[in-house]
């Protein structure tokens, strides 16, 4: 394509300066496989270098006052609204969401920065009653050090921002290892960190496609005190085993298998309405899609009915176009995964409402798939495409057993019109985060994160500078009365 956005950029960007790097990789839009740009394919040696260059910046960066360091996030903020044009189209052609969502995800991300612009100011210690008369006791705290991010790919601007801004407000220096597929939108908010007046080595993007091995050294390097890592189950048992080598702090929001209830009281037009949020937004390539759709059997065919419906609305087709709703597949490897859970779903037993075929290259049809049977694939593994499998229950006892019934547990939905019954399920699922009515869960003052084997530790809210802080205990002796 025709580069004609200024943001879209080929280098990586280290110490203040942009790199080309030896060799680079070419970025593919998956609506059209076309060619957006070259990005430098940096290898380990130069991940080594940036790691060392964000551990001498972060010997100044620490000391320069709260008030300073959350004046240039907010600098940030405002930058990243001032070009959420380009920022929307850049995120659109690598990721293939609809540019209605890449605008989304603009004000979503954003919303960390602005948000850690001003909590980073309320870093607070405490002062704590001493047993000793002669003692005084009081914490400070203070930044972990260099932070290492890898983000994925599905919100290649948010998982950057609910990451990188607490770790500078909390006075740390960040590197960010952006998915090799969607690389474009971290150098563009790269160059916006630069514009804002980061300070060289405080803001460092490293792009490249050996991601195992660069992932390797982030995770190993013991100049690097904290990683941040979004991504699969699998890859963070791999980093968290080497990051235990050097006993870094860890914070991971890894797979889900989130499920989605609908009880007998429930609002069913409203369930609809959030079944969709909570399944297609990117085309159902997020970590927190509604993916096991459990319906109570006096309103199952009902609900069916209804789903299929407005299922056939959606329009599908290039992100680019304003009327579009669902969006291509990342790559060939996540459509044949959607096909895979299909077939074996049907093999199973369950039968096809609406969709279920390839429309063209990596375009997948919306589908809705009833009566999925237990040991179906998708009923225990993450479909990450545009698929609404629906499961039946009969009372609320099998509803929160079929729900917890996995390894994962980052969210969950149901819909009641029960107080009570809200609070019961809400209490007893095993998910790091629950919404009730409603398909639409994250926001910048909430934390989000997940339990079981869905992640550690958590982003946004006053938690996520937490993550990035440490305590320290400061104990002052020999203070007598005259």
Same mark, same amino acid.
């Given at each position: 394509?025709?580069?004609?956005?200024?943001?879209?950029?080929?280098?990586?960007?280290?110490?203040?300066?942009?790199?080309?790097?030896?060799?680079?990789?070419?970025?593919?839009?998956?609506?059209?496989?076309?060619?957006? +740009?070259?990005?430098?394919?940096?290898?380990?040696?130069?991940?080594?270098?940036?790691?060392?260059?964000?551990?001498?910046?972060?010997?100044?960066?620490?000391?320069?006052?709260?008030?300073?360091?959350?004046?240039?996030?907010?600098?940030?903020?405002?930058?990243?609204?001032?070009?959420?044009?380009?920022?929307?189209?850049?995120?659109?052609?690598?990721?293939?969401?609809?540019?209605?969502?890449?605008?989304?995800?603009?004000?979503?991300?954003?919303?960390?920065?602005?948000?850690?612009?001003?909590?980073?100011?309320?870093?607070?210690?405490?002062?704590?009653?001493?047993?000793?008369?002669?003692?005084?006791?009081?914490?400070?705290?203070?930044?972990?050090?260099?932070?290492?991010?890898?983000?994925?790919?599905?919100?290649?601007?948010?998982?950057?921002?609910?990451?990188?801004?607490?770790?500078?407000?909390?006075?740390?220096?960040?590197?960010?290892?952006?998915?090799?597929?969607?690389?474009?939108?971290?150098?563009?908010?790269?160059?916006?960190?630069?514009?804002?007046?980061?300070?060289?080595?405080?803001?460092?993007?490293?792009?490249?496609?050996?991601?195992?091995?660069?992932?390797?050294?982030?995770?190993?390097?013991?100049?690097?005190?904290?990683?941040?890592?979004?991504?699969?189950?699998?890859?963070?048992?791999?980093?968290?085993?080497?990051?235990?080598?050097?006993?870094?702090?860890?914070?991971?929001?890894?797979?889900?298998?989130?499920?989605?209830?609908?009880?007998?009281?429930?609002?069913?037009?409203?369930?609809?309405?959030?079944?969709?949020?909570?399944?297609?937004?990117?085309?159902?390539?997020?970590?927190?899609?509604?993916?096991?759709?459990?319906?109570?059997?006096?309103?199952?065919?009902?609900?069916?009915?209804?789903?299929?419906?407005?299922?056939?609305?959606?329009?599908?087709?290039?992100?680019?176009?304003?009327?579009?709703?669902?969006?291509?597949?990342?790559?060939?490897?996540?459509?044949?995964?959607?096909?895979?859970?299909?077939?074996?779903?049907?093999?199973?037993?369950?039968?096809?409402?609406?969709?279920?075929?390839?429309?063209?290259?990596?375009?997948?049809?919306?589908?809705?798939?009833?009566?999925?049977?237990?040991?179906?694939?998708?009923?225990?593994?993450?479909?990450?495409?545009?698929?609404?499998?629906?499961?039946?229950?009969?009372?609320?006892?099998?509803?929160?057993?079929?729900?917890?019934?996995?390894?994962?547990?980052?969210?969950?939905?149901?819909?009641?019109?029960?107080?009570?019954?809200?609070?019961?399920?809400?209490?007893?699922?095993?998910?790091?985060?629950?919404?009730?009515?409603?398909?639409?869960?994250?926001?910048?003052? +909430?934390?989000?994160?997940?339990?079981?084997?869905?992640?550690?530790?958590?982003?946004?809210?006053?938690?996520?500078?937490?993550?990035?802080?440490?305590?320290?205990?400061?104990?002052?002796?020999?203070?007598?009365?005259?």
């Amino acid at each position: 394509m025709k580069k004609t956005n200024s943001l879209i950029i080929e280098k990586s960007y280290i110490n203040g300066k942009w790199e080309k790097g030896k060799s680079n990789f070419a970025i593919h839009n998956p609506a059209d496989n076309s060619t957006i +740009a070259k990005v430098a394919d940096l290898t380990v040696a130069e991940t080594r270098a940036a790691i060392k260059v964000a551990h001498k910046a972060w010997s100044k960066w620490k000391t320069e006052t709260a008030q300073f360091r959350c004046d240039l996030l907010y600098k940030l903020y405002l930058l990243l609204n001032e070009h959420k044009d380009e920022i929307a189209e850049i995120i659109t052609l690598e990721s293939g969401k609809p540019i209605t969502e890449s605008y989304a995800e603009i004000k979503y991300g954003a919303s960390f920065i602005s948000w850690f612009s001003e909590e980073g100011k309320r870093a607070y210690g405490e002062t704590i009653p001493s047993p000793n008369p002669v003692n005084r006791i009081v914490t400070i705290k203070q930044g972990v050090g260099v932070v290492s991010a890898i983000t994925p790919w599905n919100f290649p601007l948010a998982m950057i921002t609910r990451k990188i801004a607490p770790a500078l407000a909390a006075g740390c220096t960040v590197i960010i290892r952006p998915a090799s597929e969607t690389p474009l939108t971290a150098l563009a908010l790269a160059k916006l960190a630069e514009d804002a007046g980061f300070p060289k080595g405080t803001f460092n993007v490293v792009t490249g496609k050996d991601s195992a091995g660069m992932g390797k050294e982030l995770s190993t390097n013991p100049l690097v005190r904290k990683i941040s890592f979004t991504g699969s189950t699998a890859v963070g048992r791999t980093l968290m085993a080497q990051a235990a080598e050097t006993i870094k702090k860890v914070s991971f929001e890894l797979g889900g298998n989130a499920p989605f209830i609908v009880f007998d009281d429930a609002n069913i037009d409203q369930a609809v309405e959030g079944a969709l949020i909570a399944k297609f937004r990117n085309s159902g390539q997020t970590c927190v899609a509604a993916n096991r759709f459990l319906i109570h059997d006096a309103v199952f065919d009902k609900f069916a009915k209804k789903i299929t419906q407005a299922v056939e609305s959606l329009k599908t087709g290039n992100g680019l176009k304003k009327n579009t709703q669902v969006g291509p597949l990342i790559n060939k490897k996540g459509l044949e995964k959607v096909e895979e859970h299909i077939a074996d779903a049907i093999k199973k037993g369950a039968n096809l409402l609406t969709g279920g075929a390839v429309m063209k290259d990596l375009f997948f049809q919306p589908t809705v798939i009833a009566n999925v049977s237990t040991d179906a694939i998708l009923a225990n593994e993450e479909t990450f495409g545009p698929v609404i499998a629906l499961f039946r229950f009969k009372d609320e006892k099998e509803a929160i057993q079929l729900a917890n019934s996995t390894e994962f547990g980052l969210a969950a939905y149901f819909y009641s019109s029960d107080i009570y019954r809200c609070w019961r399920v809400s209490e007893a699922i095993e998910s790091g985060m629950v919404g009730i009515n409603t398909g639409l869960v994250s926001s910048a003052p +909430a934390p989000f994160g997940g339990i079981k084997q869905s992640g550690i530790g958590r982003e946004g809210s006053k938690h996520g500078l937490d993550e990035f802080m440490e305590i320290k205990y400061l104990c002052f002796g020999g203070i007598e009365a005259d």
